[in-house]
T-cell receptor, first 117, second 112 residues
Framework: GAVVSQHPSRVICKSGTSVKIECRSL??????MFWYRQFPKQSLMLMAT?????????EQGVEKDKFLINHASLTLSTLTVTSAHPEDSSFYIC?????????????FGPGTRLLVL | DAKTTQPNSMESNEEEPVHLPCNHS???????IHWYRQLPSQGPEYVIH???SNVNNRMASLAIAEDRKSSTLILHRATLRDAAVYYC?????????????FGQGTILTVHP
């Protein structure tokens, strides 16, 4: 149980285009979802926290107009990288936290590797 | 947030026990100690968490010092699949569960 999926697993896009990444909790309702970014050889950096039906809360230094997050249902959150540039190339990982008894841990998706040319 | 200190890397042989230490001297009384690991090119996965008492599950054991300023993740018999980056993360418990903030973690190498 407590499985989180991400789609796509990898994406290549041209500079200036937008890319949408989906994060789904497959067998539980995710009251809170998180988006992380990880550059090569570095640790995960939290980008934003989203609660279902509410606006996302972004970490300091993360541009909310560039990284659009939508958490429209208890099983789906999306991250849209708008006007992507090569420096946005990274490994994007989502995680989800559910209701009791799943609220004490976060369940992570497999990640989406984005390459912007 | 409580700061943590972990060794950059550790090595083990297959089927031997591994003890991964973590110092978290500034941990607050309501912080649980969570351990996650990240296998290469994958998202992190939950390993174990605890507050004060030692904890066991099918993946590992967690030994928490009496003063809670340090903890040790114990893998009883390391396998090649346990090669990963291990993160020790204090996280506030209670009704507001906080958010996981990842440090650099410990890179565990398991030799056949």
């Amino acid at each position: 149980g407590a499985v989180v999926s991400q789609h796509p697993s990898r994406v290549i896009c041209k500079s200036g285009t937008s890319v949408k990444i989906e994060c789904r909790s497959l067998d539980f309702q995710a009251t809170t979802m998180f988006w992380y970014r990880q550059f090569p050889k570095q640790s995960l950096m939290l980008m934003a926290t989203s609660n279902e039906g509410s606006k996302a809360t972004y970490e300091q230094g993360v541009e909310k107009d560039k990284f659009l997050i939508n958490h429209a249902s208890l099983t789906l959150s999306t991250l849209t990288v708008t006007s992507a540039h090569p420096e946005d190339s990274s490994f994007y990982i989502c995680s989800a936290r559910g209701l009791y008894p799943l609220q004490e841990t976060q369940y992570f998706g497999p990640g989406t590797r984005l390459l912007v040319l | 947030d409580a700061k943590t200190t972990q060794p950059n890397s550790m090595e083990s042989n297959e089927e031997e026990p591994v003890h991964l230490p973590c110092n978290h001297s500034t941990i607050s009384g309501t912080d649980y100690i969570h351990w996650y690991r990240q296998l290469p090119s994958q998202g992190p996965e939950y390993v174990i968490h605890g507050l004060t008492s030692n904890v066991n599950n099918r993946m590992a054991s967690l030994a928490i010092a009496e003063d809670r300023k340090s903890s040790t993740l114990i893998l009883h018999r390391a396998t090649l699949r346990d090669a990963a980056v291990y993160y020790c993360i204090p996280l506030m418990g209670g009704t507001s569960y906080g958010k996981l903030t990842f440090g650099q973690g410990t890179i565990l190498t398991v030799h056949p």
